[in-house]
C-alpha cells in the first residue's frame, strides 16, 4: 500500500516504514497520524513480517516534532473534542505487538523523541539528538515524554530536559539508558535492518511473549511484574516452538519456527 506522509518497504521478514516529510523535518502531522496507523495495522497483521524499523527520510531529522503550523491553528476545544495525541497511545504504543525498533537518524524532538520512545528500543544515529522542547512553545510533552522519559532516564535528567529544552547527544542518550546502541551515521539503517532481521528470525510468539514481559515492568509493581512474567513463562513451555527449540539444541542443529 501506498502513502502520503510514510514510506513503506518489505525486506524478507523486516518492514521498514519511513516518515517522509523531509521539507518539514518530518513532523508528524494528522496525515503521518493516520499513515503510521494503517502501516501498523498492516505489519501486524501480515503472518509474513515478523519486525518493524521505523526511520526519518532525510539526514537531518527522524522527527521533529509535532507539526507545530497545524497545532498553531488549533484551540483548546479542538484538542480537547479531538483528544488529541490519543490515537498515538492506543494505535502506535500500544496496539503493536510485534517487536519495532526506531532507528533515528537526527533530531527527535518534541512528538519526534516521544514516538522513538513508543518503539521496543532506540538505535540512535552518532548524529541523533534528543529532545523535549515544548516548554518553548508554552506547551508541554503531549505524547508520553514525561512519563517515558522520566522512566527511561530517571527524574534528574528528564525534568532538566523538559525545562529547559535542551538537547541530548546521541553518547549521552546512550550512557543515560534512552537508546540501545549508537552507530556510525552511515551505518544506522543497515544496522537496524541487521538487528531487526535477528529479530525476525526468532520464534515469533517468543518475541511477543518478551516484549510483553520487558513493557509490564513499566506499568506494574515488582511482585505482580514478576507473576506475570512466570505465568507467560508457562504459557510458552506449552508452545511447539519451545518443544522444536530444545530438541534443536540438544541435536545440535537450528531450529525450525513455526511461531506458535
Ligand atoms: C512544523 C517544522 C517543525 C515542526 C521543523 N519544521 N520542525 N514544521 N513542525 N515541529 C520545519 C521548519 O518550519 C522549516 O520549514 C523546516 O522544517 C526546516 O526547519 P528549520 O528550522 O529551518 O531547520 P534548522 O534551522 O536546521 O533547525 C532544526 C530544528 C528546528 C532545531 C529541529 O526546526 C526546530 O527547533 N524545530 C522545532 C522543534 C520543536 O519545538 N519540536 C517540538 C514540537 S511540539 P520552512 O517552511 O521554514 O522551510 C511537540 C509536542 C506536542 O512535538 C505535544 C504538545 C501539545
Known sequence: ???????????????????????????????????????????????????????????????????????????????????????????????????????????ALGGGCELAMMADFILASDQAKFGQPEIKLGVAPGMGGSQRLTRAVGKSKAMEMCLTGRMMGADEAERAGLVARVVPHDELLTEAMKTAATIAGMPSMAAMVNKEMVNAAFETDLAQGIRHERRLFQILTASEDKAEGMAAFIEKREGKWKGR
Open 1 to 107: 500500500m501506498s502513502y502520503e506522509t510514510i514510506l513503506t518497504e518489505t525486506r524478507d521478514a523486516v518492514t521498514l516504514i519511513t516518515l517522509n516529510r523531509p521539507q518539514a523535518l518530518n513532523a508528524l502531522n494528522g496525515q503521518v497520524l493516520e499513515d503510521l496507523i494503517s502501516a501498523f495495522a498492516e505489519f501486524e497483521a501480515d503472518d509474513s513480517q515478523r519486525c518493524a524499523v521505523l526511520t526519518g527520510s532525510g539526514d537531518k531529522a527522524f522527527a521533529a516534532g509535532a507539526d507545530i503550523k497545524e497545532m498553531a491553528e488549533k484551540d483548546a476545544a479542538d484538542f480537547y473534542l479531538e483528544d488529541f495525541f490519543a490515537r498515538w497511545t492506543s494505535h502506535v504504543a500500544e496496539a503493536v505487538r510485534k517487536p519495532w525498533i526506531a532507528a533515528v537518524n537526527g533530531f
